[in-house]
């Protein structure tokens, strides 16, 4: 069955650089999209941006200058990297099939 | 960027109730090959969002037949007949039609 999830370190410096791994199975990346969401404690839900299955990526304007999104096909894995991250950058990051199935969301705290 | 508005932000319902919850949108959502991208979600506490309803009113895979979406252009519905306790939590509405994608702010679903 779909299954997708994330892993990444808990803790992140203010001002570093955010790296988290998606790893999927059930499905081919060469033929779905994937997509990271976040959502800060107790509010809503932000989409960041995706994947698609020809490799292409789309970003959320608001994130573009800081954010890349990337994949390995041949380890169904796929990989956000997001840089100067501030302390409202904490939040639950998930990945996602086209919204479709979700990961269990990995939680990232900024702060020294 | 798209606007969604949810109302009521918060519903106080008994068992078996109706529930109804408006998701109204700053353009229309329909795109240029005609389909709606316009999709509503669940997300219990501590868990991921659960996709409901995808293209207006197709329930996903398992979703019961007591929750109904409906509507067109930039106003749309989701109806919970017999409202039961598995249904209790946060309720988002999404549109994937105009880039960024966005989220509604959520409606909260709780007993009287």
């Known amino acids: 069955q779909v299954q997708l999830k994330e892993s990444g370190p808990g803790l992140v410096q203010p001002s570093q650089t955010l790296s988290l791994t998606c790893t999927v199975s059930?499905?081919?990346?060469?033929?779905?999209?994937v997509h990271w969401v976040r959502q800060p404690p107790g509010k809503g839900l932000e989409w960041m941006g995706g994947?698609?299955?020809?490799?292409?990526?789309d970003y959320n304007s608001a994130l573009k200058s800081r954010l890349s999104i990337s994949r390995d096909t041949s380890k169904s894995q796929v990989f956000l990297k997001m840089n100067s991250l501030q302390t409202d950058d904490t939040a639950i990051y998930f990945c996602?099939?086209?919204?479709?199935?979700w990961g269990q969301g990995t939680l990232v705290t900024v702060s020294s | 960027d798209v606007v969604l508005t949810q109302t009521p932000v918060s519903l106080s319902v008994t068992l078996g109730d109706q529930a109804s919850i408006s998701c109204r949108s700053s353009?229309?959502?329909?795109?240029?090959?005609?389909?709606?991208?316009l999709e509503w979600y669940l997300q219990k506490p501590g868990q991921s969002p659960q996709l409901l309803i995808y293209?207006?009113?197709n329930r996903f895979s398992g979703v019961p037949d007591r929750f109904i979406g409906s509507g067109s252009g930039t106003d749309f519905t989701l109806k919970i007949s017999r409202v039961e306790p598995e249904d209790l939590g946060v309720y988002y509405c999404?549109?994937?039609?105009?880039?960024?994608?966005?989220f509604g702010a959520g409606t909260k679903l709780e007993l009287k």
């Open positions: 996602c099939n086209w919204f479709a199935y």
């Open positions: 059930g499905f081919s990346l060469t033929s779905n999209s």
């Open positions: 994947i698609w299955g020809d490799g292409s990526t």
């Open positions: 353009q229309s959502l329909e795109y240029s090959d005609g389909y709606t991208y």
């Open positions: 293209g207006v009113s």
């Open positions: 999404f549109q994937a039609t105009h880039d960024p994608y966005t």
